[in-house]
């Protein structure tokens, strides 16, 4: 994952500034349409019918797995569709959402992906199918292959905002204003 920060404000960064159109000045969770990131199913996933289909599954990336080429962030949730497929469980991924987080501030990415589920030897689909459905549980590590880049814009994060407001400590903050001095409301 490469992370495109905000243009330096220099002599040279505000003259590319001027070039690049405005979408490009923000943050941007970038991976190449080659990639291969581990994954695996957040909750065990069972089509107990031959051919049978579950659109809306969820998937979670897996940090460190030596075969992938690139990783996403820690906490990202994947949307995708699995059918059967002969013997082979055949997952295609749609939507993303990541959350990144560095010290106190939190970047949010929602976007499409298209990729599909490999094996590790770099076979199509995965090998958990038999004559009665699929099973594929959510310890089984698997990769998912991008078929195009991944560019996601970052979207605003309106608790960093709100989080933002209550740090102010002057009393200014709309959320988390100093209250004013005066008696207590029992008081005579």
């Known amino acids: 994952m490469i992370k495109i ?20 000045s923000a943050n941007t969770l970038s991976v190449p349409g080659d990639a291969v990131v ?14 049978g289909r579950r659109d809306d599954i969820l998937l979670r990336p897996v ?9 996403l962030p820690d906490y990202c949730v994947v949307v995708g569709d699995a059918r059967q497929d002969g013997d082979r469980l055949r997952i295609t991924a749609k939507a993303l959402t990541c959350v990144e987080t560095e010290g106190g501030d939190s970047d949010i990415y929602n ?4 990729a599909a589920a490999y094996e590790a030897d770099g076979s199509y689909g995965l090998a958990v199918c038999e004559t009665g459905g699929c099973q594929l549980p959510s310890d089984r590590v698997f990769h998912l292959k991008l078929a195009s880049p991944l560019e996601i814009e970052e ?19 709309v959320a988390n204003p100093i209250p004013a001095e005066r008696t207590a409301p029992d008081s005579d």
């Open 5 to 24: 920060p905000d243009a330096i404000l220099s002599a040279s960064g505000v003259a590319l500034l001027f070039l690049l159109p405005l979408a490009a």
């Open 111 to 114: 976007g499409e992906i298209s």
């Open 155 to 173: 979207q605003d994060n309106p608790s960093a905002q709100i989080n933002e407001q209550r740090r102010q400590a002057d009393g200014a903050g």
């Open 38 to 51: 581990a994954f695996q199913v957040i909750d065990d996933l069972d089509l107990a019918e031959e051919g």
């Open 63 to 71: 940090s460190g797995h030596e075969s992938a080429t690139h990783e």
